[in-house]
């Protein structure tokens, strides 16, 4: 859910805003959380406002919670029907870095652009709406209403909403030193989805052409495109089964800023060291390669539709990983991509927990992981494909 | 809740879709509705789907409905804080027409606009931020979160959301041959927001200024703003006490078009029929002007968070009317404009439900209530300020 504190803050000069990083802008559109937290209400249970993933209401009814988010923005891929699975993933991740695995209701946002024509736009929305419907289903629900406008830009988007008990969802909160920080898909997808656009540019690609062909931009970009339609269902999941105890979901202020948006809101004084950065094969050299012009090493690269940072107990942690890799990929569990062959989702442990004063860091040289595209076989010792080894965990400090 | 459905019909061969009249446009803004009716299902209570102006989700706890709306727009007054405060009484107002009082969690959605500099950003967004958040509040919720982008043009709008026991809503689906049909809010605020600009036209204006003074142009905006910005939910609490059997709001469509909508969504087999047509002051004469551009005087022009169209027993409609102007109008239960003077808001009957094919149809030569301005004196025998007279009421045919 995306940060309408800078706005309201100037309206109640109270509220603790402590917006980190900047707006992704609509190139890479996604939706950014900022890092106000609710007050805790003994009485009608925990009330999260304009804060990380997703508000949560107490309902007037029996215990219940509302928890609901919203997020629209501009196509960032060529192909409709993946634009729109990957915004409806976008939509339910902020659902699902709550621990919430169910959705009662999503309604669609969208703008047709005045600049389509009707055949084009009769071409082109058809698929996108289409995606975003079977990334719906994925998820266990549908679309019932929303509202379309005309625009000079296209726009889509949606709101996602769930009636919750207690024990549904996970205030992400909890996180205690000692703990280990997993996260559930590759960076890097801003990179990927610029660099596919620099294919046409000679400009731009004669800065890049030197760390990569154009066969391992196409290859970066589709893992992009599958990354990002991917839900984070099964990490929400599994997120109840080992014990998470915080996690936010990685979109427009990148690794870095939602690492500090998380390590805010913990009851504990504790800190986040991020050791290892797991990037889409490649896209740390393009990155280099143009002058760090998108701080994806610096954590500060916008994502869309990114992976769960997960807080889980240390003993807890392979586990969760082997899991992931071995949740079955289908209808209602993930997206059954072309290449993913019933394989689960990689996950990787990126850092850890320790003590400290509620901010994160990455570690001066910390280690690439270049994640290669599905489907590709994993060349030599890299291990990137397998579930973490006791290598990928950092110290403790 | 706006018109999904022409997309979305491409994609489900098998729903019924109904959407009559036009979508507003960018510049009337406002969000439309289509007929299709979601089934009923005696096991969960009823399932609104994309259809009238709200959806109705029946949840797995305990017989309680999720009922959702959402609208966004581009701006139509000048005003930022009326602007903010119309866009939200607009998203309320679709619950409002299911007699939903209460609103538990509201989402602003908002686009910058990339074309304002820093400094018209500063001080624009902050006031229709205030508007919105302010008119929430009347509403008796709260803004928790939202999504911000950059866009060429401003956006503003919102997510409502409700959780409701079953005799919180009025499923509108009951009217029968001698209802009434009331109308809670006078037409005509596209002709009065365009008739506003055309001041600063000279070749539109030379079309209007036989019959309008730039005076009366200015008054008819204000009570134009006025009535946008007043919450339908006086109304929707007096739909329970005067056991109303099914409401719309009026939006996009026109008069004509929700009535036809509403008609649609009839039990019983009923038509809608339209006697009376109040509107704003002078504005029947402008439209007539420029050669019904608009459609005011076919009920087909487009409102902005229009008043509610109720479908009233014929024995309660006098003392509805009679208790809307009662009302107190303030915080909690409308706006209390400068002009408002704690007076409550002006209801009509305008027309009658009789044996049909579910249809509505406004009769040849309507009678025109010319409805003026909040604050000016009625004039003469005029009694269109009054509560309802019995030569208001049509004849039962």
Chains 1, 2 share one sequence.
Not at 184 to 208: C, E, F, R, S, Y
Request: contains cysteine; glycine residues 10%; hydrophobic residues 40%.
């Amino acid at each position: 859910m995306e940060a309408l504190l800078k706005l309201l803050e100037g309206l109640e000069p109270d509220r603790p805003g402590v917006a980190t990083g900047e707006d992704g802008g609509p190139a890479a559109g996604a939706g950014d959380e900022t890092s106000e937290f609710g007050q805790l209400s003994a009485a009608h249970g925990p009330r999260l406002g304009i804060g990380l993933d997703s508000c949560v209401i107490p309902l007037r009814h029996g215990g219940l919670s509302l928890v609901q988010t919203t997020d629209f923005f501009y196509p960032l891929v060529e192909d409709p029907y993946m634009m729109g699975r990957i915004a409806c993933a976008n939509v339910l991740s902020d659902l699902y870095a709550m621990g919430i695995t169910e959705c009662d209701n999503m309604l669609m946002l969208l703008s047709l652009s005045q600049k389509m024509n009707e055949k084009e736009r009769e071409q082109v929305m058809p698929l996108m709406i289409k995606g975003f419907r079977d990334a719906a289903e994925e998820g266990g629900t549908s679309v019932t209403g929303g509202q379309t406008v005309i625009n000079p830009w296209i726009i889509i988007g949606g709101v996602a909403t769930v009636v919750c008990q207690p024990n549904d969802f996970i205030m992400p909160d909890s996180a205690v030193p000692g703990d280990v920080l997993v996260l559930t898909k590759p960076l890097g997808t801003q990179v990927a989805v610029n660099a596919h656009q620099w294919l046409d540019l000679p400009d731009k690609w004669n800065k890049i052409k030197l760390v990569i062909s154009k066969e391992e931009v196409e290859q970066a970009y589709q893992e992009a495109m599958l990354n990002m339609s991917t839900l984070n269902r099964t990490a929400a999941s599994l997120m109840h089964k080992f014990n998470a105890h915080a996690a936010t979901d990685i979109t427009g202020f990148g690794i870095l800023g939602h690492a500090r948006n998380l390590a805010q809101q913990q009851r504990s004084e504790v800190a986040f060291v991020i050791h290892n950065l797991p990037i889409i094969a490649k896209m740390a050299a393009v990155s280099k390669a143009c002058g760090n012009l998108f701080g994806l090493l610096q954590g500060t690269s916008s994502e869309t539709s990114g992976g769960l940072l997960i807080c889980l107990p240390r003993e807890q942690a392979a586990r969760f990983c082997a899991e992931m890799k071995a949740s079955r990929q289908g209808p209602g569990v993930g997206v059954p991509g072309p290449d993913a062959g019933g394989e689960g989702q990689q996950a990787w442990i990126i850092g850890i927990v320790e003590k400290g004063n509620r901010c994160a860091r990455i570690i001066d040289k910390p280690r690439i992981i270049e994640v290669p595209p599905r489907g590709t076989v994993s060349e030599g010792n890299n291990n990137s494909t397998s579930p973490p080894p006791p290598v990928q965990s950092p110290p403790v400090s």
